[in-house]
T-cell receptor
Framework: QKEVEQNSGPLSVPEGAIASLNCTYS??????FFWYRQYSGKSPELIMS????GDKEDGRFTAQLNKASQYVSLLIRDSQPSDSATYLC?????????FGTGTRLLVSP | EAGVAQSPRYKIIEKRQSVAFWCNPI?????LYWYQQILGQGPKLLIQ????????DSQLPKDRFSAERLKGVDSTLKIQPAKLEDSAVYLC???????????FGPGTRLTVL
């Protein structure tokens, strides 16, 4: 079982819709969870961090964490074409920070 | 606040040659990470430093890769000799504390011919 699993996509949504990105993980003791956005040819950019169960909102972004079910998700409201990128889930697990392979999001005008 | 600096941005070498990458983290960040990202994959941790000490180098191919952070500030990653499969983007990141939010530099794209 992979430490961090993400659907590689692409996830296609129309402009203005809600994009839902999901991530599951295997290490039950993971404490810190992060979402990074990576545009093609660029380095990852931190957009959200979440440490406790529940929802955390920042502008159009909402991170949701459920430690009992071992998943973390990212919702992007009012999706824009500029949100088209690969979204990487990362978490502390097995005593290191581990990244998923990312989900490619395509927002069509 | 200046971000993480890396150089060079691009490098093309032939297999069996050597190459070195440099990284300067955000001022005051104690933790520095080197990642390898192959196209279509997530970043893979190669080594992480806390100040000038190595915290984790379990995924560093030590027969050909080496890294140092002698004064606890900037760092150098070296590959010698390079193989075709080393073609990737090498990312440096830093964080104020271990396992906290990481901030990435622009990366170095390495092509091995």
């Amino acid at each position: 079982q992979k430490e961090v699993e993400q659907n590689s996509g692409p996830l296609s949504v129309p402009e203005g819709a809600i994009a839902s990105l999901n991530c599951t993980y295997s290490d039950r003791v993971s404490q810190s969870f992060f979402w990074y956005r990576q545009y093609s040819g660029k380095s990852p950019e931190l957009i959200m961090s979440i440490y406790s169960n529940g929802d955390k909102e920042d502008g159009r972004f909402t991170a949701q964490l459920n430690k009992a079910s071992q998943y973390v998700s990212l919702l992007i409201r009012d999706s824009q074409p500029s949100d088209s990128a690969t979204y990487l889930c990362a978490l502390t697990g097995f005593q290191k920070l581990v990244f998923g392979t990312g989900t490619r999001l395509l927002v069509s005008p | 606040e200046a971000g993480v600096a890396q150089s060079p941005r691009y490098k093309i070498i032939e297999k069996r040659q050597s190459v070195a990458f440099w990284c300067n983290p955000i001022s005051g960040h104690a933790t520095l990470y080197w990642y390898q990202q192959i196209l279509g994959q997530g970043p893979k941790l190669l080594i992480q430093f806390q100040n000038n000490g190595v915290v984790d180098d379990s995924q560093l191919p030590k027969d050909r890769f080496s890294a140092e952070r002698l004064k606890g500030v900037d760092s150098t990653l070296k590959i010698q000799p390079a193989k075709l499969e080393d073609s990737a983007v090498y990312l440096c990141a830093s964080s104020p504390v271990l396992y906290n939010e990481q901030f990435f530099g622009p990366g170095t794209r390495l092509t091995v011919l």
